[in-house]
């Protein structure tokens, strides 16, 4: 997540730089074919151009709309996960009389938030992060979930043979909850809490399965392919045939100007498509960037940041003054 005023126009320019670059080409070549080779038969009307352009930022701003969307409902399942989590801390500490088991649940909640992220963090087929213009941004922030192992950060919250165990499993995150579960069922069958006590425990657990299961739901199924692909098509269909349908309307100036330019002016074609085709596909880029909010990308929702924040909030609950440190961002970019 991006936490500054904006990002600036040079990172704009430095992430989009390779469409600027195909874009001078594609600007340039119809140029040179209508002025220096006199091909003018490759002018086309504009209004064909036009109408194109106007159909295809139609559905740029649909799968702007849409992506937003997916980022926006991440962002609340994990508002919520913060709610749920500090009611988690609230009652462990004022329901469970014994502070060991009361630790337990505390830091075991810790192994699941870890779990959680590092499976939102894993790369599908669809994700962009990948892709060069993301990972040469890269270098301007970090991954936390790339810079550790899961080992490493389990084993903080948790005994070598409890990890063992969730290691072995696939969804480790639906294992600690279960684990939850049943340390909460072994502390009602030892009437160390009531019946109304258990449910309303167990009822806060349902919410952190409601929770993962929205994550993965965002995670696992990718914005439909046929609306992502279509949109490709269209920008770059636009980009390709925009040179072509400026090539009169830039020639015609030369009836209405005087010096240098005179007999000229079809060669503002190439900085003029640059600049339309380059705010198409920059908005192509944008909404691309927010289809998958957990991916790794500037912009995802800062799962670990907010684990973390999560984590000193239940530790100063438990007493505890040697507190992990809140991450904070770095070249305005925090994850």
Request: aromatic share 14%; hydrophobic share 40%; proline share 5%.
């Amino acid at each position: 997540m991006h936490s500054g005023k904006s990002y600036r126009v040079k990172e704009f320019l430095l992430w989009t730089r390779r469409n600027i670059y195909w874009l001078i080409l594609i600007g340039f070549i119809p140029v040179a074919l209508f002025d220096l080779l006199k091909v003018h038969w490759i002018a086309i009307p504009w209004t064909v151009v036009a109408l194109l352009g106007t159909a295809t930022a139609f559905i740029v701003g649909f799968k702007n709309t849409q992506t937003y969307n997916r980022t926006w409902e991440a962002r609340q399942i994990w508002g919520g996960i913060v709610n749920s989590s500090r009611s988690w801390g609230t009652m462990a500490k004022n329901v469970i009389p014994d502070p060991a088991i009361e630790k337990e649940l505390i830091y075991r909640h810790f192994a699941w938030l870890t779990a959680l992220r590092y499976q939102l963090r894993d790369a599908r087929s669809w994700e962009t992060v990948s892709k060069p213009y993301n990972q040469e941004y890269k270098r301007f922030y970090k991954v936390p979930e790339q810079e550790t192992s899961l080992e490493e950060e389990l084993i903080k919250y948790m005994s070598e043979p409890e990890m063992a165990f969730i290691l072995g499993k696939k969804n480790r995150a639906t294992q600690l909850l279960a684990l939850q579960a049943e340390t909460l069922r072994r502390a009602f069958d030892a009437k160390q809490i009531d019946s109304y006590q258990y449910l309303e425990m167990q009822r806060v657990l349902n919410e952190f399965f409601e929770h993962q299961g929205k994550s993965e739901r965002i995670k696992n199924f990718p914005y439909p392919r046929q609306f992502a692909s279509i949109n490709t098509f269209f920008i770059r269909l636009f980009c390709f045939l925009l040179p072509f349908g400026m090539l009169l309307e830039f020639q015609k100036l030369n009836d209405y100007v005087e010096g240098p330019m005179k007999g000229y002016m079809v060669w503002l074609v190439v900085p003029f498509s640059v600049l339309i085709s380059w705010v198409y596909t920059t908005l192509e880029q944008v909404g691309e960037s927010t289809e998958n909010p957990f991916e790794g990308s500037a912009n995802d929702v800062p799962i670990s940041q907010i684990s973390r924040t999560i984590e000193i909030d239940l530790r100063e609950m438990l007493g505890e003054t040697d507190l992990p440190p809140a991450l904070t961002p770095v070249n305005n970019i925090v994850l």
